[in-house]
C-alpha cells in the first residue's frame, strides 16, 4: 500500500486569477487514489499553509477554483481535498466517516507546498465536522476557521429533512437504529483532545447549518480551555452578500496569519 499523502499525479488546472498557479493532484489516502485543488501564489514567497474542507456531499458544494485562488490570492498556499469518491476519486464519500482521513493525510500534500510549521484549517459548512476532526487527530495544525460549519452531526439529522435520506445510506441507518454510525462521526465528545485556537464564523439565520452548531461549539471549546474567538452575523443565512463575504474572508485569513498555535 503506498503511504498516505504520498503524491499519485500532478495535474496542471486552468486558473482564475493571473496570480495564482493552480493544479488538480491525486493523492493517496488509505489505499485510494483521492483527488483535491492545489493554489500556489505565483509570486515566490514562503507560505503559510491552509487545507480548505469543502462542504456539501459529492457534487453539491465542490471545491470552486475561484473562491481557492480568493483565499490564496490573501497570501496562503491551499488545498482543497475533494474526498473520495468524487471527480474521479477512489471509494465514496462518506460525510465524515473514513473520509476525514482523505483531509487529515491532505495536510501532507499541503506540506510539500507550505511552510510546514504553519497550518491552518478553513473550514465550510459540512467542511466544519472535517476540519474538526482533523484538528483532533493531526498535532501539527495552527489554527481553525470554521464558517457555517457542521459541528453536531444529531443536530444534522434531526434539523435536515432534505438530508436524512443521504445520510440513511450513506452512515446505514437512522441514529436510533444505526447509533455506531453516528457515534463514530461525533466529534465534540473528543474536543478535548484538541488544543488548537479557532474562529467561528456563522450567520443567525442560517438554515441550512443552524446557528445552534456554532452555540454548541463555542461552549464545547471554552468548556475544554480551548482558544476560541466567535464572530456572528444576527442578518445573515448559510451564504454571506459577495461583498461582505469577501470582507470576512479577508478578515479571517489575517486572523489567520495573527495565529501562534498553542
Same mark, same amino acid.
Given at each position: 500500500?503506498?503511504?498516505?499523502?504520498?503524491? $499519485?499525479?500532478?495535474?496542471?488546472?486552468? #486558473?482564475?486569477?493571473?496570480?495564482?498557479?493552480?493544479?488538480?493532484?491525486?493523492? /493517496?489516502?488509505?489505499?485510494?487514489?483521492?483527488?483535491?485543488?492545489?493554489?500556489?501564489?505565483?509570486?515566490?514567497?514562503?507560505?503559510?499553509? !491552509?487545507?480548505?474542507?469543502?462542504?456539501?456531499?459529492? #457534487?453539491?458544494?465542490?471545491?470552486?477554483?475561484?473562491?481557492?485562488?480568493?483565499?490564496? #490570492?490573501?497570501? %496562503?498556499? !491551499?488545498?482543497?481535498?475533494?474526498?473520495?469518491?468524487?471527480?474521479? =476519486? $477512489?471509494?465514496?464519500?462518506? *460525510?465524515? &466517516?473514513?473520509?476525514?482521513?482523505?483531509?487529515?493525510?491532505?495536510?501532507?500534500?499541503?506540506?510539500?507546498?507550505?511552510?510546514?510549521?504553519?497550518?491552518?484549517? %478553513?473550514?465550510?459548512?459540512? &467542511? =466544519?465536522?472535517?476540519?474538526? /476532526?482533523?484538528?483532533?487527530?493531526?498535532?501539527?495544525?495552527?489554527?481553525?476557521?470554521? /464558517?457555517?460549519?457542521?459541528?453536531?452531526?444529531?443536530?444534522?439529522? @434531526? @434539523?435536515?429533512?432534505?438530508?436524512?435520506?443521504?445520510?440513511?445510506?450513506?452512515?446505514? &441507518?437512522?441514529?436510533?437504529?444505526?447509533?455506531? =454510525?453516528?457515534?463514530?462521526?461525533?466529534?465534540?465528545?473528543?474536543?478535548?483532545?484538541?488544543?488548537?485556537?479557532?474562529?467561528?464564523?456563522?450567520?443567525?439565520?442560517?438554515?441550512?447549518?443552524? *446557528?445552534?452548531?456554532?452555540?454548541?461549539?463555542?461552549?464545547?471549546?471554552?468548556?475544554?480551555?480551548?482558544?476560541?474567538?466567535?464572530?456572528?452575523?444576527? @442578518? *445573515?443565512?448559510? %451564504? *454571506?452578500?459577495?461583498?461582505?463575504?469577501?470582507?470576512?474572508?479577508?478578515?479571517?485569513?489575517? /486572523?489567520?496569519?495573527?495565529?501562534?498555535?498553542?
Amino acid at each position: 500500500m503506498k503511504i498516505n499523502g504520498t503524491i $499519485e499525479k500532478v495535474l496542471t488546472y486552468p #486558473s482564475p486569477n493571473p496570480n495564482i498557479i493552480m493544479s488538480e493532484i491525486t493523492y /493517496w489516502s488509505c489505499g485510494l487514489r483521492v483527488k483535491g485543488m492545489l493554489a500556489v501564489p505565483k509570486k515566490p514567497g514562503n507560505y503559510d499553509g !491552509i487545507l480548505y474542507c469543502r462542504g456539501g456531499m459529492q #457534487s453539491i458544494g465542490m471545491v470552486r477554483p475561484a473562491r481557492i485562488a480568493q483565499i490564496a #490570492s490573501e497570501g %496562503f498556499v !491551499i488545498f482543497a481535498p475533494y474526498y473520495r469518491g468524487n471527480r474521479g =476519486g $477512489e471509494g465514496r464519500d462518506e *460525510f465524515a &466517516g473514513e473520509d476525514r482521513w482523505d483531509a487529515v493525510y491532505g495536510v501532507e500534500v499541503l506540506k510539500r507546498y507550505c511552510i510546514p510549521g504553519r497550518i491552518h484549517l %478553513f473550514a465550510f459548512s459540512r &467542511g =466544519g465536522i472535517m476540519g474538526l /476532526w482533523i484538528a483532533i487527530l493531526r498535532n501539527d495544525i495552527t489554527s481553525l476557521v470554521t /464558517w457555517a460549519g457542521v459541528s453536531d452531526i444529531y443536530l444534522t439529522y @434531526e @434539523e435536515r429533512l432534505d438530508m436524512r435520506k443521504m445520510m440513511k445510506r450513506v452512515i446505514g &441507518g437512522t441514529p436510533t437504529k444505526f447509533p455506531l =454510525g453516528y457515534e463514530q462521526r461525533d466529534v465534540l465528545p473528543r474536543i478535548e483532545e484538541t488544543n488548537v485556537p479557532t474562529l467561528i464564523i456563522h450567520g443567525e439565520r442560517d438554515n441550512n447549518v443552524s *446557528f445552534e452548531h456554532a452555540k454548541v461549539l463555542e461552549q464545547a471549546l471554552i468548556g475544554n480551555s480551548i482558544p476560541v474567538e466567535t464572530w456572528y452575523y444576527p @442578518e *445573515f443565512t448559510h %451564504f *454571506f452578500p459577495s461583498k461582505i463575504n469577501r470582507r470576512v474572508v479577508k478578515d479571517a485569513c489575517q /486572523w489567520m496569519k495573527n495565529q501562534r498555535g498553542v
